[in-house]
C-alpha cells in the first residue's frame, strides 16, 4: 500500500510518498485555505502514486475530521470533505500524533512538538492520546504554548526559552509518569542541551507515523472524538 502522508504545519506543508520516499514541501500560513491547501498538494504530487492519504493537522480532529479551526492558518477547515477532494482513502489526527507515533520507542513516552505553537501526545505500549498541553497556563498572564512556541522564543529570547522548556519537560514527564520525553517540531534541533530524560525526534518521524497510521497493529476507537489510537 502506497501511503501520501502529510504534515501540515503553520509555516509549510510537507509530502512524502511512502514507496518512492519522494519529499516536497509548501509554504502555508494565515492566508492557507483547505481548498488551496488542496490545490496546492495535488500540483505537487501530480507524478506520485498512492493509495490512501494520512493527514497530520495543526488543531483538534474528530471522527470526520477538524473540530477547530487552525490558529496559524486561514478558516473553513471544519466540516471540509478532504477525503472527497483528494478521492482516496483517508486518515487524519492531530500532527502531534504522526510525530508521536513515528518516533515511539517503547514503554511510556510524552511528545512535545517544538513548532509555531507546542503540540503534545501520550504513547504507551497499547494507546496514542492526543493532549493539550500547550493550554495549560504558564502564569497569569499567558499559556504555555505562547512561551514554548515559535513567537516565544523570538520574544524572550533562546536562553529563556530553554529555562522554561528544561523545566516544563522535566515537570510534565513527571506529571504524566513518562519513561522518557520525545521532542519534535522545527524547533527541537535548537534545544541544548536535552533536558534530563529527553531525546530528539525530528520532522521525518511524521512521515514515519503517517504510515504506521495504516499498518494492521494501529486502530482507530469509533466515536471517540478525541482520536484515541490503540498500538496493538
Excluded at 502529510?6 to 509530502?15: A, E, T
Excluded at 514541501?25 to 494565515?30: L, M, N
Excluded at 512538538?113 to 492520546?129: D, I, K, Q, W
Excluded at 515537570?171 to 522518557?180: G, K, Q, V
Amino acid at each position: 500500500m502506497d501511503v501520501l502522508v502529510i504534515d501540515i504545519g503553520g509555516s509549510s506543508v510537507k509530502l512524502f510518498q511512502s514507496s518512492t520516499h519522494d519529499v516536497s514541501r509548501f509554504d502555508s500560513g494565515p492566508e492557507m485555505r483547505p481548498d488551496e491547501f488542496i490545490r496546492q498538494v495535488q500540483a505537487h504530487t501530480s507524478g506520485w502514486s498512492y493509495d490512501v492519504v494520512s493527514i497530520g493537522y495543526p488543531g483538534r480532529v474528530g471522527p470526520t475530521g477538524p473540530t477547530e479551526e487552525p490558529g496559524n492558518l486561514g478558516d473553513g477547515w471544519v466540516g471540509f470533505d478532504f477525503e472527497a477532494a483528494l478521492q482516496r482513502p483517508m486518515l487524519m489526527v492531530n500532527d502531534a500524533i504522526l510525530q508521536a507515533l513515528g518516533g515511539y520507542a517503547g514503554n511510556r513516552m510524552l511528545f512535545l512538538g517544538l513548532g509555531t505553537g507546542l503540540g503534545s501526545a501520550l504513547v504507551t505500549s497499547s494507546f496514542v492520546v492526543p493532549l493539550e498541553l500547550g493550554g495549560l497556563p504558564y502564569d497569569r498572564e499567558e499559556m504555555l504554548w505562547e512561551r514554548l512556541g515559535r513567537e516565544g522564543r523570538e520574544r524572550y529570547g533562546h536562553e529563556a526559552w530553554m529555562e522554561t522548556l528544561t523545566e516544563a519537560a522535566v515537570r510534565l514527564r513527571n506529571a504524566l509518569c513518562a519513561d522518557y520525553v520525545l521532542l519534535g517540531g522545527g524547533n527541537a534541533e535548537l534545544v541544548d542541551p536535552l533536558p534530563e530524560g529527553a531525546h530528539r525526534g525530528g520532522n521525518e518521524d511524521a512521515f514515519l507515523g503517517g504510515v504506521r497510521l495504516w499498518e494492521d497493529g494501529v486502530k482507530h476507537h469509533e466515536g471517540d472524538t478525541t482520536r484515541m489510537w490503540s498500538v496493538l
